[in-house]
């Protein structure tokens, strides 16, 4: 699991995941992403999952957590480059109207 | 490349003490499917399950988990195994010490490193599923029998196990959490792909939700096939079993006299 | 003839049948220490139970027995005019034998029978097998944090009591027989050596792991010698494993005592 | 507020236990956090009379240490003092047996010496009186061998 982070504007960032996202992986990215979201200025989190092969409930819950974050200044979490996998976990989870969801890509519906 | 079929049994017996109470079953849980093993109370449905869960060992050679013999598993192998799965019990089996949510987090917090937080939401995913997310600070016995076995559905789902095991998900539900369970089930297999054995006895939630039907009667293995297969089935046990006959013939008579009046009818 | 001699057979065997999975019981125990999960909460959470909420009963015990050996103390050393060592007389009975002892039965009492249901009503509810199911060692979960929970509060609460139990001794013979109290606290001082708290500690230790491995070991396996499970089992299986801890306790007492002087 | 509540118990349990058990230990029980703050003289005596082990010994009145051990070695009985390190013992002492009381215990008593010479740990008493015997001190006196030296 590797993320890396990208400062567009001022006050959006854009974060690139890839590999697992699951329950083993979350504890070691958990906080530097928060820090990512806690960041002052930072009021849009764009999350790019294309890269990501495998999304688990611990994923989710990290997203919620960085939405939580971010919902508490104003700001917004949005998803881009959703895979299947990634879709079907979000709808599993009940969070579809809750995440800001970008299906362009891969066919999920 | 994953064995098609997750769990092979091969001619399984099964003892308690001196009662023979499983007899010769053979059959295959195929992988990413949902499998239904029906039976009236009392034959062997729940002790096949505590075999499929290693909670009775199983003779060697008789029991497969992807190609390997569940017999011979070490303790390791056996928790490896056990973090695949998730296992919904008759009662629910909630420990009645700790909360809701605390009882969804336990394996997570056992098992991973994850912080407080993320396992509070994931219990609160999980609960959210099983339609329970307003109860997760309630107290287990503060709950109806129903809400508790959802609640354990919830913690079985806690780990994303690659199978589930459910016994007798639909009994003291109404009918439209049943339904709601049932779907639930379906959704599940569609989604994540989860293998799923379901014991039950209800006909009606089996024909829905089952890829593969498997009857017992008495320990013994009456039929497997698909919910259609089952159906159109001209076997005289199993379409009695369909019709919810009352079984006549359940106790043999002179039996039955022999336990009344303790000895043999012919010597009446 | 034949009939009574495969009796005693049968007997024998079952007898060491259990002996056998108590001592494997013990073993699986032990080996919870050095397994997962952790057990600092669990721990703090027991010693509440046992220790924190015991406070009240043993406190109870210790100051209605010290008063007690007081009056008693009082009564038989009047006789020889010795009246100077009843501190003597209070303090060693309790730091030697009646502390340990007396706390480890009223522990029993209130916490092995509670921890014995606790563990039984988890068996017939399948909770057991949810735990092993999830991958969770039943023992390291469930059973070592209690022992090591009652490793810490047994001589605590033994030390407790002794103390509770002098100073009713105290009210008794300074407050109603007039005893200087000097006299009764000098007496005290000069009798108690540190071999006998040594042995207290010593006892609550021994009786605080009898204690943890026959209550416990009882409700893990409730309803295993009538073969099935049902709330009635928990019941009979809290009776016999407050019974059989308290025999091991007092026969550990007199084994411990015989041992160390 | 749960966990409070359960922290607060468990703190107070802890304090009043090990206040106990430090009581119990310290004050009645008599044990030095600095285990090693003694050292062992020994000293023979021609008898020792009833004197028992732990019992205290004493100098000008004041307990500087207790008897360890008691052993029989060439006809004599030889005792092991227990001395506290903060005493140091001139090399011309001289131990005593005495009794407290009536029918009280035996304990030894420790009279000063004026070396500027100290026995060292592991050293002996050269000088010892033996318990006040009686019975002997009756025969002496009747058949006045009162020249012989009486400790060596």
New interface residues.
């Given amino acids: 699991m590797n993320f890396t982070s990208q400062r567009l504007e001022p006050n959006k960032i854009v974060v690139q995941l890839e590999g697992l996202l699951n329950r083993w992986s979350v504890p070691k990215v958990r906080r530097g992403i928060l820090s990512l979201a806690r960041q002052e200025q930072v009021e849009v989190m764009e999350m790019d999952l294309s890269r990501l092969s495998k999304l688990d409930t611990a994923g989710i819950a990290l997203m919620v957590e960085v939405l939580r974050t971010l919902a508490g200044k104003g700001g917004k979490l949005r998803l881009t480059g959703l895979n299947e996998n990634a879709v079907k976990m979000i709808r599993l989870s009940r969070l579809d109207s809750a995440f800001d969801v970008e299906h362009s890509t891969s066919g999920g519906s | 490349m994953r064995h098609s079929n997750v769990i092979d049994i091969r001619g399984l017996n099964s003892y308690y003490g001196n009662r023979h109470v499983l007899f010769d079953i053979h059959f295959a849980i195929p992988a990413n499917r949902i499998t239904v093993i029906m039976g009236v109370s009392g034959c062997g449905k729940t002790t096949l399950l505590r075999h499929l869960i290693g909670l009775k060992p199983s003779p060697p050679g008789r029991l497969l988990v992807d190609g390997e013999d569940m017999g011979g598993f070490n303790e390791a192998r056996m928790n490896q195994y056990r973090s695949r799965i998730g296992v919904l019990f008759q009662s629910g089996a909630l420990f009645n010490s700790m909360s809701v949510a605390d009882n969804v987090s336990v394996p997570l917090r056992v098992h991973s490193k994850l912080s407080r937080e993320t396992i509070r939401i994931i219990a609160t995913i999980k609960l959210h599923q099983v339609g329970l997310s307003e109860y997760c600070d309630y107290m287990p016995s503060q709950l109806s029998g129903g809400m508790q076995k959802r609640a354990g559905l919830a913690r079985a789902m806690a780990m994303d196990p690659e199978i589930l095991f459910v016994d007798e998900p639909s009994s003291g539900l109404d009918p439209i959490t049943a339904a709601g369970l049932d779907n639930l089930i379906l959704e599940l297999r569609d989604t994540l792909g989860m293998t799923i054995i379901v014991v039950t006895h209800e006909l009606e939630s089996a024909l829905h939700i089952a890829d593969q039907i498997v009857v017992l009667d008495k320990g013994r293995l009456l039929a497997a096939g698909s919910p259609e297969n089952i159906q159109s089935s001209q076997d005289e046990r199993v379409v009695q079993f369909l019709q919810r006959q009352a079984d006549q013939k359940h106790e043999d008579t002179e039996a039955y006299i022999k336990a009344l009046v303790g000895r043999k009818l012919r010597q009446l | 003839m034949l009939r009574f001699v495969r009796m005693l057979g049968a007997a024998a065997l079952d007898g060491i049948e259990n002996l056998g999975r108590l001592g494997v019981y013990f073993w699986f125990m032990l080996r919870g220490l050095i397994r997962?999960?952790g057990k600092f909460w669990p721990v703090?959470?027991q010693?509440?139970f046992v220790?924190?909420?015991s406070?009240f009963v043993i406190g109870f015990t210790a100051i209605s027995t010290g008063m007690v050996l007081g009056l008693q103390g009082h009564y038989t050393l009047s006789k020889f005019g010795s009246e100077s060592v009843l501190g003597a007389a209070v303090?060693l009975s309790l730091?030697r034998e009646l502390g340990p002892v007396l706390t480890g039965l009223m522990v029993t009492g209130r916490a092995g029978s509670a921890m014995c249901a606790?563990i039984g009503?988890?068996r017939i509810?399948?909770?057991i097998?949810?735990l092993?199911?999830?991958?969770?060692d039943p023992y390291a979960?469930l059973v070592t944090p209690k022992l090591i929970a009652s490793l810490i509060?047994f001589?605590?609460?033994t030390?407790?009591c002794?103390?509770v139990g002098i100073f009713g001794g105290y009210l008794v013979g300074v407050g109603l027989f007039g005893l200087n109290p000097g006299v009764y606290m000098n007496s005290?001082?000069s009798s108690?050596?540190?071999?006998?708290?040594?042995m207290?500690?010593v006892k609550s230790l021994c009786f605080s792991v009898l204690m943890i491995w026959i209550c416990t070991y009882k409700g893990y396996y409730t309803g295993l010698d009538e073969?099935n499970f049902g709330p009635e089992q928990v019941s009979r299986a809290t009776t016999k494993a407050v019974v059989l801890s308290s025999i091991a306790i007092l026969l550990c007492d007199y084994m411990v005592t015989s041992i160390m002087t | 507020m749960e966990r409070r509540g359960l922290e607060l118990g468990v703190g107070f349990f802890l304090i009043v236990g090990f206040g106990c058990l430090a009581y119990l230990s310290f004050n009645l029980g008599k044990v030095s956090l600095w285990g090693a703050s003694s050292y062992d003289v020994y000293a023979d005596f021609a008898t020792v009379g009833t004197l028992k082990t732990r019992a205290p010994v004493t100098m000008a009145g004041v307990e500087i240490g207790q008897v360890k051990t008691i052993k029989l070695v060439d006809d004599q009985a030889r005792i092991t003092l227990e001395i506290q390190d903060a005493v140091q013992l001139s090399e011309d002492v001289i131990a005593s047996i005495k009794t407290s009381g009536i029918i009280g215990e035996k304990y030894v008593s420790i009279s000063p010496g004026a070396s500027e010479e100290f026995i060292k740990p592991g050293g002996s008493i050269r000088d010892t009186q033996p318990p006040l015997d009686i019975e002997g001190l009756i025969g002496q006196f009747v058949f006045g061998s009162m020249d012989k030296s009486e400790s060596q």
């Fill in positions: 997962p999960p703090v959470k010693i509440e220790g924190t909420k406070f303090a730091i606790e009503i988890m509810d399948e909770q097998d949810a092993e199911c999830m991958a969770i979960y509060a001589p605590l609460l030390a407790y002794d103390v005290v001082q108690v050596l540190w071999e006998d708290v040594y207290g500690i073969g």
